[in-house]
């Protein structure tokens, strides 16, 4: 189940979303892999929880090895893992005026440079597969309400007794909706130039 809160923009923003509210996940806790193994060796393993710490650590490891070998890693009904780079927008590819020629490197280009670095900076794009694409999660998942923004719209509808009994509020849960406005989870999209990963989320 997850469960969401109501975030109001301010009413001076200049944007069309001013004093409009917007649902947000409101996360329970913030998990390592200490409590992933935790949570893996309850489920009737074989394995210890400290081999499976040991295992998930070197599986990280590994994933950051081959992300900056070039590879992709995909981890079925997961996501799949890749570097993404933001680019700069070259002009020319030699500049025979400043003797500068667009390189295959890190950086930020002067005010005026036609050429030089061609990145930025670079990120890691984990984009979701399987199980856990956009439309997958959309038919599994389960929201609803934190008790603090049920209060919030029993107060709204002026129903001092919805505390009471927690069914009161039968419309507090949407099921699977596209959440207009909400956490922005895509993916790489740079502009000038760098590349735009639909479905993704940078870490």
């Given at each position: 189940m997850i469960e969401l809160y109501l975030s109001k923009v301010t009413e001076n923003s200049e944007t069309e979303t001013a004093g409009k509210m917007y649902a947000r996940v409101s996360y329970k806790q913030s998990m390592d892999l200490h409590d992933m193994?935790?949570?893996?060796?309850?489920?009737?393993?074989?394995?210890?929880?400290?081999?499976?710490?040991?295992v998930l650590t070197d599986f990280v490891k590994c994933v950051r090895e081959m992300v900056l070998n070039g590879n992709t890693v995909k981890v079925g009904n997961l996501a799949i893992f890749k570097a993404t780079v933001e680019s700069n927008g070259l002009e020319v590819l030699y500049d025979a005026q400043n003797d500068k020629v667009a390189s295959a490197t890190m950086g930020v280009l002067?005010?005026?440079?036609?050429?030089?670095?061609?990145?930025?900076?670079?990120?890691?794009?984990?984009?979701?597969?399987?199980?856990?694409?956009?439309?997958?999660?959309?038919?599994?998942?389960?929201?609803?309400?934190?008790?603090?923004?049920?209060?919030?719209?029993?107060?709204?509808?002026?129903?001092?007794?919805?505390?009471?009994?927690?069914?009161?509020?039968?419309g507090g849960s949407t099921q699977g909706g596209d959440n207009q406005g909400g956490d922005n989870q895509g993916g790489d999209n740079t502009g000038g130039g760098g590349n735009n990963q639909g479905g993704g989320d940078e870490w």
């Open positions: 193994a935790h949570h893996m060796a309850e489920h009737n393993t074989a394995f210890s929880e400290g081999l499976i710490v040991g002067k005010e005026g440079d036609k050429t030089g670095a061609a990145v930025k900076t670079i990120k890691l794009l984990a984009q979701s597969t399987g199980d856990f694409t956009r439309e997958e999660l959309k038919k599994d998942v389960k929201l609803s309400w934190t008790d603090k923004t049920k209060a919030e719209i029993a107060a709204a509808k002026g129903d001092v007794n919805a505390n009471a009994n927690p069914n009161a509020n039968q």
